[in-house]
């Protein structure tokens, strides 16, 4: 690889332009959701009966017989098979962090004519092999059997491509002795007990109206666009979709022209193609934008329940990937995929709803809507203090380290973010206060008289990592690449948990009379947790030492973070939510350290594969250059001391980089043949391979400022984000 492959893709992205796309409806009522079998689907091919009984199923988790299965499996292939399909797969979670897939046809054979079958047998259960997909140590290799068990609350979908479709069914993967393999059976498990506690709480505050609960979410997602044709010449980015080198270019964010600016055309176009893909597969995407950084965007949907939009994120993730190729980008959700530019983030709207369509984290105008909201806001208080290392695990991986605490994305140390309205609120209800001022009203704290909480009474503040923002929290921490699963999975949980301790705590106070408990139990976990609120800058240093004082634990990095994962208090509450045994949580732990691992080792194999074979010789191309052309000119008599100091500077950085060179590869060895735990291995990468990487990079970055562009192969920074 030369540099005449990037000055030849550079031409042609010159002359590109917007792919030209097949005509589409512009009816997006009419488009929307054409490729799911959901519930209008099913209304119209099932009887009353059967669609009543499987709308239940999805909407509050009740038992599917089988005999509806069968029903709804016919169906189901009917309407698929008129759709294009001729195959089906049972899409899953593994532990890896994207999706699984295996197709089988609907081809059978009856009396040696083909016929198209499926039965509700292979809807409700796959056998996919197991032994290949990360356990963490539930089972050996050798023991292959796993399972994919049908998830009704998700509804089946058909993907298409130019030479067929495929019948999609969103599952759940576990093995042959019951433990969850996959990311989506522990999310069920948290939203059922969720569920149940919320439950538990609304009959204590007198509501008898509401059936179930359920947690919802929107992601908001950051992606940056390359075009391919400099994607295929950068090496790191290929293998770890991050750039590992990258001098600093003339022009990076600093014009803060970028953000919400005009969407090129190119890319305009792709997000166009992406919307209707999506559309169709009835993901409710709203928003597109162009974000912070240059070729950096983000796309948006409108809230769904959490169970579902979990799935419809790495469906947009595949989405966006796949249609990128089709348009000449490379999509990259990396977390960090350029130095010194912003990275990118999944931004997890967060909120509880109920069957009968109200939002719990809605502010009410009413006394009885204001005590509930007041009991659930004292909940996620406690449930983000006491369960915050938790947390901060839940969106713990290599990619993430990069991004957590710089100032582009919130800190590493969790803390909520209320708005001067509600820490007032909260402040009055600890000190007992009967009234406050606020804005020119008065703002009584009786429980019975609790005032109207408008939305959107404060500011928003983008440096905080948990944010109310009206009628949601924004747990803005979360990492772009990432599945969403994991993060909600621990987030039900532990505000479970804390419904059930603040149910325990009013029922135990009862004799006084219900406000009088509520009172005296929220302001005792408001005086608790006060510590986690924090409106501030989550930027500043000022911050960093506050929460020391506070005792808010600050963990920068993933290993650190992941630790915690079996530590006995999580543990329990894993066992006692039912969401994670013991064995199911350590395996987390075990798995997340090897991916953790890997992806440093394979990024410290491509730093030095880059480094040795097109850095160095491309600088020493340079160094050769330069000394030819002082010999000449001190041939010839002509002064040469300012640039004989330009190829003593250069040689000394090539020394220099020789030098990181042979200590990463020495580093590196070290850690592959370390033998000890999945932690003590993953430390040894953390603290020996990537301080080696760094300190190779700045040798590496120093010399592309200095070796002839003529020379230099790998795409620079300023094509990569400005080329579209």
Partial sequence: MSSAARVAAIRSIANKSPHAIEARSTNVPELFGANVFGLEQMRTCLPESAYQALKLCMEQGQHLSPDLADLVANEMKQWAIKRGATHFTHWFQPMTGSTAEKHDSFVDFENDKVVMEFSGKALIKGEPDASSFPSGGLRATFEARGYTAWDPTSPAFIRETQNGATLCIPTAFCSWTGEALDEKTPLLRSSEALNASALKLLRLLGDERVTHVYPTLGCEQEYFLIDRELYVLRPDLVTTGRTLFGAKPPKGQELEDHYFGSIPRRVLSFMQDVEQELWKLGVPVKTRHNEVAPSQYELAPIFERTTIASDHNMLTMEVLKQV??????????????????????????????????????????SPEENMRFIVILAAVLRAVDEYSDLLRASIAHAGNDHRLGANEAPPAILSIYLGDQLTEVMEGIISGQKGTSRKGGTMKLGVSSLPDLPRDATDRNRTSPFAFTGN???????????????????????????????????????????????????????????????????????????????????????????????????IDLFSRMNVLSPAEADSRMNIQ???????????????????????????????????????????????????????????MRIEALVTCLDDLADVFDSAESHVGSEFDHAKVYRDKVVPAMDRLRVEADQLETMTDDEYWPLPKYRELLFLH
């Fill in 472 to 570: 949601k929290f924004e747990f803005r921490a979360v990492g772009s690449s990432q599945s969403p699963t994991k993060p909600m999975t621990v987030l039900n949980t532990i505000m479970a948990d804390s419904l059930d301790y603040l149910v325990t705590e009013i029922e135990s106070r009862m004799s006084k009379g219900l406000e009088t408990a509520v009172n005296e139990v929220i302001a005792e976990v408001f005086s608790k947790h006060q510590r986690i609120v924090f409106n501030g800058n989550g930027y500043s240093e000022e911050w960093h030492a506050e929460a020391k004082r506070r005792g808010l634990p600050n963990v920068p990095n993933a290993v650190d973070a992941l630790a915690c994962l079996n530590s006995k208090k999580n």
């Fill in 324 to 365: 990128g190729q089709r348009h000449g980008f490379y999509c990259t959700m990396h977390e960090k995929p350029y130095a010194g530019i912003n990275g990118s983030g999944k931004h997890n709207n967060f909120s509880l709803s109920t069957g009968t369509g109200e939002n719990l984290l809605e502010p009410g105008k």
């Fill in 593 to 651: 350290f090897e991916a953790y691992s890997k992806a440093i080792a394979i990024e410290g194999q491509c730093a030095l594969s880059i480094a040795r074979t097109m850095i160095l010789p491309a600088a020493q191309k340079t160094q050769r250059d330069v000394a030819d052309s002082l010999s000449s000119a001190k041939t010839h008599g002509f002064a040469i001391e300012k640039q004989s100091e330009r190829l003593r500077d250069m040689t």
